[in-house]
């Protein structure tokens, strides 16, 4: 890794530090006009919770992990539609406008692909770097908003309700919510758990939805690794997701067990196949930089 992407690196991750400690300044104006009108005890229900919140963010920032990265996205997300509720009670423009500001900047920084290869490649042993892949492309498009939507109800609502008086309605809301909200931020995190680990001995796939296990590429077999040319007929791990598809080709077949298709597994013998990391262009690098992007056998 090369001195400016090294700064780079270094100036999201202060950003994005810098931004979450921020955030009660810069959001909360505007909470507090959507809190104001609600009873004592739900308004502080929601304002533990907001704290909890950010207080496990602020501290995310400073852990780098996969999970800390599932915490950070979900806090972005949760301050983005929570302020998208609260300027619906706020009639003063700058403080919305202030607000948005934040939470939208919050949201892009822990939702761009530097954070999230940041943080998984954190977990990395000695001399291994990891890449984060792209979540497919039915995740992108419509289960992770979904799923983000439903988590955040399913954590606020019931002790909303029970706050305010509504013990049936909470109690019913939380027996219901929390378990929605666990399911999805765990499906969620299993999304930032998809990665290729390129080590000295060659690439790892570690990917479950494609793959039954982690599976190793010795460096000896690896061909090339590269952007995939139209039309190439290579095995598909990439799950269909959007940009650019890195294709490695072997010098010879290789034996992998795909993902559980109905509790039972596959084997098959493949010598190409696709994956699609969030940087491409920074795993071609280091992939070159291994001697792995045009690699003869020995």
């Not at 609600?38 to 602020?58: A, D, H, K, Q, Y």
């Not at 002790?159 to 219901?176: E, K, S």
């Not at 982690?214 to 995939?228: D, I, M, N, Y």
């Amino acid at each position: 890794m090369d001195i400016s992407l090294r700064d780079k690196n270094f100036l999201l991750l202060t950003g994005l530090r810098v931004i979450w400690l921020a955030l009660p300044l810069g959001v909360g104006p505007l909470m507090a006009d959507g809190l104001h009108p609600l009873e004592n005890t739900p308004r502080s229900v929601l304002s533990v919770i907001l704290w909890v919140l950010w207080g496990m963010g602020i501290f995310s920032t400073f852990v780098p992990r996969p999970l800390s990265l599932t915490v950070i996205r979900f806090g972005a997300v949760t301050s983005f539609i929570l302020t998208l509720w609260a300027a619906t009670t706020s009639s003063t423009a700058s403080v919305i406008i202030c607000a948005f500001i934040f939470v939208t900047v919050a949201l892009a920084i822990g939702s761009s692909a530097t954070i999230g290869d940041l943080f998984i490649d954190r977990i990395s042993y000695g001399n291994e770097r990891r890449f984060l892949l792209r979540a497919p492309a039915a995740v992108t498009s419509f289960l992770r908003p979904a799923t983000y939507i439903t988590s955040v109800v399913g954590l606020v609502a019931g002790p909303y309700l029970l706050a305010d008086g509504r013990t049936i309605a909470g109690v019913i809301a939380c027996v219901i919510g929390f378990p929605l909200t666990f399911v999805g931020l765990r499906s969620l995190h299993q999304i930032n758990r998809r990665w290729v680990v390129l080590v000295p001995a060659g690439l790892v796939l570690h990917d479950h939805l494609s793959l039954n296990e982690p599976t190793l590429f010795q460096k000896s077999e690896v061909e090339s690794v590269g952007p995939a040319p139209v039309g190439t007929d290579a095995v598909d791990f990439t799950q269909g997701a959007y940009g650019l598809a890195l294709e490695v080709r072997c010098s010879s077949p290789h034996d992998v067990w795909l993902s559980a298709v109905k509790k039972e597994t596959e084997k098959q013998a493949i010598e190409t196949f696709l994956f699609a990391p969030v940087q491409p262009d920074h795993l071609l690098t280091e992939a070159t930089r291994r001697s792995l992007t045009s690699h003869s056998p020995t």
